[in-house]
């Protein structure tokens, strides 16, 4: 196909409609039903090169050309991901701390929330955000899954959903869902390069471009808007009173999943402290729900809530006849009390909003929850939580990912990093040893191949330095043991993922060696102790000039750690547990050890971080 280019690109029109589409708002570059859509008041020529990586755009060519140009519909590819890649440089521009724990130098005279108030000014939409009509959770555990289990709920009831959570694991997009599904790619951009230029062109000394986590709430915000959704459900990213997300006046209903110790260095060290931070969400006589806490949480919960004149409930956990037999889609006993507050949420939702009694009619005759809901409860989905995935290509040449199958390379995922998370964490994982060894020893009566079998359960651990692995990791270990599970084996790795980058699905770092090992040889030394209660032997091998040398043979993980060290590559070494060079060496090791050792299932729990977890599913799935 030609096309003629003999007119200005800002009054193309319907002329060459493959290529351009112009409406009020925005002007559409086109190629192969692939869209990038910009404000119509950009340079388009700027903002393409810059964002692309060209020497000259696209739109200037057509330009450049003349009355009597001719281009040919195929003859410049769009490099789609190239833009994606400068968004993600652009977002990580906006990361003001290097590590966890250190406080962001933003300049300026205003405060955060003012800050905040300000940018959604700029981009239009701090009129729209009531009309949102928002479900607002807090929490230290379980907020994102109540979160995933409303988002559920509300869209099998027929209405347009948006979720915006926290961290992603994978993907910056997984944190914005419209109607149950991620963003699209095309649509990120196209809102992204709109916050960003408006953004951009109403900079001051006093007003900053805003750190990461704020621009991601309001591109949210500008998302779901834009996206006309019926109800947006909105996870606080930390604490609530200062969080970004509490920019929100008037929601429709606020949640406060269980408390715990988390985040002690921004939120306080004490229950009651990071409990008062967490009822900052609540506003004037807007109903909020709970589940049980401890008394110290509890109290501070209904002093803020008499304050306000907030009509606080308890919800208690789940009863699993409500279900009519249906299984939650979060694994795990503790999801009970989340998918609980998740109902009393949807629920006040639709009375307030919508006064949808006729949907909650048959729970009260039935004695069981209205089917949107559990359908919701049955089909809600949040990676890296209580999450089973199947390893395949450890069988065959196939690297596909698969959360409903057999192998002999499983990895159970969870991103517990909290005192209370991990012992939730621990108590799913030991349920799921024994389910799976019970089930096995039921199959071994019909297929005596597979009754030869060896489970080994493995941890795959490492958390960042701000966590205290000294209360995480015995909670984890006397935890798996009152149930009668033991570690075999514990591997130390770093992660791949870094604090001050935000990376595509795609992206993975070539540099995969950790130059330092510091941390993750004090993490196994802790270990040690716990185990055997005696003082580390092993040197400290930090850094090394050949890392890959510290990967132990696959024979490693079939050995019985009946003594404290054994000889490696001529290096001391635990027989119960290793420092790995990197993840996807790691990953590659478990494969090659199942692939060696046909007798063996191995059972690895991966935990201590999200971003552990995150990169280990990034791994799996290429």
Known sequence: ????????????????????????????????????????????????????????????????????????????????????????????????????????????????????????????????????????????KGKGSTCSFCEAILRESGFRTGLFTSPHLIDVRERFRVDGLDISEESFLQYFWDCWHQLKENLSEDLPMPPLFQFLTVLAFKIFISEKVDVAIIEVGLGGRKDSTNVIKEPVVCGISSLGMDHIESLGDTLGKIASHKAGIFKPETPAFTVDQLPEAMDVLREKASELMVPLEVVPPLEPQTLGGLKLSLSGDHQYANAALAVALCKCWLLKTVNAKDVLTNEKVEAKLPEPFLRGLATARLSGRAQTVYDSSSASNSSEMKENATGDLIFYLDGAHSPESMEVCAKWFSNAVIENRNSSIKHDVENLESSSKISKQILLFNCMEVRDPQILLPRLITTCASSGVHFSKALFVPSMSAYNKVTSASSISSDIYSKDLKWQYMLQRMWERILHGNEAVNDDNSKLENLETLLPPTSFLCESPTATTSKCNGEKQFTSSCVMPSLPSTIKWLRDCVRENPSLRVQVLVTGSLHLVGDVLKLLKR
């Open 1 to 140: 196909m030609l096309v003629n280019a003999n007119t200005s690109l800002r009054h193309v029109s319907g002329a060459i409609p493959l290529f351009f589409k112009e409406n009020p708002h925005q002007i559409c570059f086109r190629k192969y039903q692939k869209v990038s859509c910009l404000p119509a008041h950009l340079d388009l020529h700027e903002h393409v090169e810059r964002s692309l990586g060209l020497k000259r755009s696209p739109l200037r060519l057509i330009e450049e050309m003349g009355s009597g140009g001719v281009l040919r519909a195929n003859s410049y590819e769009l490099p789609l991901s190239s833009s994606y890649e400068s968004a993600m440089e652009a977002l990580s521009s906006l990361i003001t701390r290097q590590k966890r724990g250190e406080k962001s130098n933003i300049n300026g005279k205003y405060e955060k929330m003012e800050r905040m108030q300000m940018y959604l000014k700029i981009l239009g939409l701090e009129d729209q955000i009531a009309g949102l009509k928002i479900v607002h959770v807090a929490g230290t």
